[in-house]
């Protein structure tokens, strides 16, 4: 029997994650199905908001594109929903409209988690942000051709990346 054929097996299940199992394949997925919206937000003058917080894992800051659980607050809720909300709450931006632009996985070797990549349009500062309760996240602003600079220097600060970053690299890189 091929491990896509096996039966699949809860190992350990938590609040948030359960460990599976399927034929010898081991991974984390998120319980009761959730999944995440991460946010391009890019301004009238070219300016991308990226957030800073730390991250338990990683035991340190992580840069990252604002993003939150869809369907956490509200079963059933919109991405467009949710990632509106996450966005303003994160970063104190809010945008007139929200396009999902495709779904993705970051690690599917490890994690069965996905995420739908959207891109905020029509921005407006309306708050601080900062995120909710004691999420402590710091908002950048930068303006897009100084993204690769400004991460540099982020990791010399010790600052983790998270790899949607690359998102935003990828002209650099290449």
Partial sequence: M???EAPLETMWEGRFLK???????????RTR???AAVILAV???DHVLLVEQYRVPLGRRCLELPAGLIGDEEEGEAIE????????????????????????????????EGFTLVRAHGLTKVNDGGGAGDEDITVHCIPLAQVPDFVAAKRAEGVAMDVKMLLLLAPALL
């Fill in 43 to 45: 301004d009238a003058e």
């Fill in 33 to 35: 199905g959730i999944e």
């Fill in 81 to 112: 929903t949710a990632a509106a909300r996450e966005l303003e709450e994160e970063t104190g931006y809010r945008a007139v409209r929200i396009e999902p632009l495709g779904k993705f996985h970051a690690s599917p070797g490890m994690v069965s």
């Fill in 2 to 4: 091929s491990d896509h």
């Fill in 19 to 29: 460990a599976m199992r399927r034929g010898r394949w081991e991974y984390a997925s």
